[in-house]
């Protein structure tokens, strides 16, 4: 099996609150153009989920109209999220490809935990996409394929 995660695209510096900063125009181009270099590794998601957060939605709903793929809005895919509630609910749909959209610090805490990684190891820049295989959603079950930031890649 294989999860996808994706940190949301540039946002806004600012806003009334956090949750409502939007994508900049640069942000929504960087989503794009991974989208775009992933495509044939994401051909295989079934559903996207992602937070409440305006960013990540504007990211999702990009994802989703190259991906042809539905988005499911979860609630504690926020950025102070707990990385063990992300892989208890994704067990329970374990028969699913799911690409997460979400933030940091859930994103990277996430990945370190699922694969067994020293936290704080990986952190994901806005825009960047990972790849992690697992057997079972618990910690240390998964393994990092791979982590393209916006402008470099990180192969494990």
Known sequence: MQVFVMRHGEAEPKAKTDAS?????????????????????????????????????????????????????????????????????????SHDTILLVSHQPLVGTFIDSLAGLEIGRYRMGTSALACIDVSVYARACGELRWLHQAQTCFAQ
Do not use: K, Y
Not at 42 to 71: G, H, K, M, N, Y
């Open 21 to 93: 900063r939007r994508l900049t125009p640069q942000g929504m181009q960087d989503v794009q153009q991974m989208i775009h270099q992933c495509h044939d590794e994401l051909a295989c998601v079934d559903q996207i989920w992602a937070s409440p957060f305006i960013r990540a939605q504007q990211t999702a709903e990009l994802v989703s109209t190259l991906l042809d793929t539905t988005v499911l809005t979860r609630p504690w895919l926020t950025p102070e999220g707990n990385p063990t509630r992300v892989m208890d609910e994704l067990q329970a749909v």
